[in-house]
C-alpha cells in the first residue's frame, strides 16, 4: 500500500514526480482487467475512439484513466456551447469523454485525482491529434451524485454545468432510469467554447478517414466503382442511391464508425457539399442534400452484395495507399463462429501499415490455406508490393506465382520443417541478393 507518510519521500515530491502516459499494447490486458475488477462501472469497452492512460510512479501503477468519444447528446453541455444541431453533428469528434478514473485501492495520496486530471489534460489533444489526426478542443465527463461530489474535477479547474435528464441510451432508444449525473466540462483551449459553436471551421477540426485525408480524387474513384455495383432493391421506394449509401458507409468505417448508429451519426456530420459530392438525395422542398437514416444504412448493407463489395474496396484500397506499406497474409480461426463442419477459419490480406483488411476468404474444412492464397490474391492490384506470409506459405509454386502473374515481391519464412531451404539460405552471402535502392 503507497502512503506518503510510509515512503521515503513526501506526498509532495510523489506528486511531483508522477509520470502520466499512454499504455502500451502490450499492457491494455492489464489494464482491462484492474478496470474491470475495481471500478464500480466495469468495463464492456470505451465506445468509438479511445486512449488508455496509465500514472506510474518509479514503475508502480497508481491510477488508470480511459477516455472515448463523447455524448452524442447531452443538454446542459449542447446549451453551454450553444452550438445548432447541424454543427454539433459536425463538431462532436471535437470532445472527449473522460469515460474512467480510478485510482487503485492501495494507493492513498493527498491531492493526487486533481494532480493526475492536470497532467493527463496538457498532454490529452496532443495524443489525440497522434492517433486520430486531430485535435481536442473540449473534455466532458460524468460523475454520479450518489457516490461522488466531483471535487477532484472542481480542484482542477473543471466547470460545473448542471446534471443531466436522467436518461440512458439503450440501443436506438433513450431510457429514463431517475439518476442525473453531474455535467462537468475543461476546455482544452481558450477559445474552444466559441469555436466549437462558431460557423468558420478549421481544417485542422476535420476528422480524417484512416488517419489521413482522403483526396477528392480518391472519394470520386471510390463512388464511380461503387456505382458499378448491381442494386437489387425494388425500384418502390427508393429514395437514396445505392452508391451513395455504400460510400457514406465506407467512409464512415474509415473513421472508426463500428455500428449503424454510428453510420448514422457519421451521416448527419457531413456537410452540404460532401453530400453533393457523394450523390447524396436531394430534398427539393427543403432545398438541401439529405443523408441516409440509420435503418436506411441498415437495411441497404444487410441486402447487399457482400463479396462483391468487399472485391471492389480491397482494389480500391490497395490503389490508395503507398506502395511501401506490405500486404500480410494470415490465417485465423474465429472463437465462438461454428458451422456443421466445424469452427470458421478465414485467410486474410491485410496492409501492415494500415492495419486495413483488403481481402479476406474462408478456408474450407477439407482444404488448407495453401490452396487459398492464389484465390485471395487474384483480384488485388499487387504490381510492386511487397507480400508477407508465414512458413506455411513458403512454397515454390506461391513464390513463382506473386513474381510472375502478380508483379510482386515476397518475404516468406523458413523454419526447421524445410531443413534443406534454411541450410540453402544461411549458406548465402551479402552478394548473393540484390542491390538495395
Known sequence: MLRAQESTQTGGDILHQLKVRLITPEERPGWDDLIRAHHYLGLRCLG???????????????????????????????????????????????????????????????????????????????????????????????????????????????????????YAKSAQRYCFH?????VWVYPLHRHARQ???????????????????????QL????????????????????????????????????GAKAYTALAEYALSLSQDQLKRLGARYNRRTKRFEPPSEPTLRRVLQSANAEAIDQMLGQWLLGSTDLQDPVAVDGKTLRGARRPEGQVHLLSAFLQHEAITVAQRQVEAKTNEI???????????????LVTADAL?????????????????????????????????????????????
Open 48 to 166: 468509438g475512439r479511445n486512449l488508455r492512460y496509465v500514472a506510474e510512479w518509479r514503475g508502480q501503477w497508481l491510477a488508470l484513466l480511459g477516455w472515448q468519444a463523447a455524448a452524442l447528446k447531452c443538454h446542459a453541455r449542447d446549451a453551454w456551447i450553444g452550438w445548432p444541431a447541424h454543427l454539433q453533428f459536425q463538431r462532436l469528434h471535437l470532445i472527449a469523454n473522460n469515460a474512467r478514473f480510478l485510482i487503485l485501492p492501495q494507493v492513498h495520496l493527498s491531492h493526487l485525482a486533481s494532480r493526475l486530471l492536470a497532467l493527463n489534460l496538457r498532454r490529452l489533444s496532443s495524443d489525440w491529434q497522434s492517433a486520430y489526426g486531430h485535435p481536442l478542443l473540449l473534455a466532458e465527463t460524468f460523475v454520479d451524485p450518489a457516490r461522488f461530489r466531483g471535487t477532484c474535477y472542481r480542484a482542477a479547474n473543471w466547470i460545473f454545468l448542471g446534471k443531466t435528464r436522467g
Open 178 to 182: 431517475n439518476q442525473p449525473k453531474q
Open 371 to 385: 490452396t487459398q492464397i492464389k484465390p485471395l490474391l487474384e483480384t488485388l492490384p499487387l504490381q510492386g508490393r
Open 220 to 255: 470520386e474513384d471510390l463512388h464511380l466503382r461503387l456505382r458499378g455495383l448491381p442494386d437489387t432493391r425494388k425500384p418502390r421506394g427508393v429514395r437514396h442511391r445505392l452508391s451513395a449509401v455504400l460510400t457514406i458507409a465506407v467512409g464512415a468505417v474509415l473513421c
Open 393 to 437: 506459405h513458403t512454397q515454390r509454386e506461391t513464390a513463382r506465382w506473386l513474381v510472375e502473374e502478380k508483379k510482386a515481391d515476397y518475404l516468406l519464412t523458413a523454419k526447421q520443417n524445410q531443413a534443406t531451404l534454411r541450410d540453402d539460405i544461411a549458406t548465402l552471402g551479402t552478394n548473393d541478393f540484390s542491390p538495395s535502392g
Open 195 to 217: 469555436w466549437l459553436a462558431s460557423a468558420q471551421e478549421q481544417p485542422c477540426w476535420r476528422c480524417p478517414m484512416n488517419l489521413r485525408a482522403l483526396s477528392t480524387r
